[in-house]
């Protein structure tokens, strides 16, 4: 049966008359009695008797009738309850996000999301890490992705870790690092912080910086054209399309250099339907 056929036995056994039911539906009489007739083949059974006062429903349309009655109290308390849901679940979140993150991983995850929420708007503002934590601490963006280790009044919940290397036209030896063009980019100050602390430990010289450039795309298509290296954190997912030469940039202890990652939020009791979900959907499928 259709959804509608539920909806004619329900209507018929309220008001016994096919004329005033069929008006109620919008359908012809015809049409009404055409479809009470395939209902009745479905079942092989006669849902009403024709008499000169309307219908007269069976014992077995009086059946059917408390089963309609019941289906459409079901789809009724279900409409009224998925119209509450989306309520609650339209709105924007306004996500945070380190401009490399977002760019590697995060539009994968919130292309996921969207699967599951249509409903709810997802915008993305790129700075760095330092100004997007801050703005996750003072309210201003609802959620944030950051790369490196900040302090603050917020929830954090690890979803990557980077590790450091030189990248290169050709393989380099670290003793000549400091007489070629370092290639700078803009970067969070955790990113500089743990850089500058392996060059300082290295080196007793500064590096010799020729270009900077806004993003570290940007810097490996340099690379690429022979103009120099750059010292920078690389995704999992990188994809060496200049084939540079990667070298791994090591503690004293012969450890890689690592940078994490994090997803953080601020632990509000009254945080909004949208923001509790979209938390617990990147809790469950991007932490690690």
Known sequence: MKDSDWEIIYELYRTPNITKVANRLYMTQPSLTKRLKCIEEEFHIRVVDRTTKGVKFTPEGKLLAKRAEHYMAFIKET?????????????????????????????????????????????VVNDASNVVFRKVCEGNVDVGFVRGDYDGPVIRKLVDVDEAYILSKESVELGD??????????????TREL????????????????????????????????????????????????????????????SRITRNTWFVYQDKKNQPEILKEFTEYIIETASI
């Open 177 to 190: 690092l400091p007489k070629m063009q370092r290639i700078e980019y803009k970067s969070n100050d955790r």
């Open 79 to 123: 409409k009224r309850e998925m119209m509450m849901y989306r309520e609650n679940m339209e709105g924007t979140i306004i996500i945070g996000s380190a401009y490399s993150y977002h760019k590697h991983a995060l539009n994968d995850i919130l292309v996921g999301y969207a699967r599951n929420c249509p409903y709810t708007n997802l915008e």
């Open 195 to 254: 850089i500058d602390t392996w060059w300082n430990r290295v080196f007793d010289e500064p590096s010799l910086t020729g270009v900077s450039v806004s993003y570290i795309d940007f810097a490996w298509q340099l690379i690429d054209r022979g103009m120099g290296y750059t010292c920078c954190f690389i995704p999992k997912d990188f994809k060496n399309e200049w084939n540079l030469v990667l070298t791994p940039m090591l503690n004293e202890d012969g």
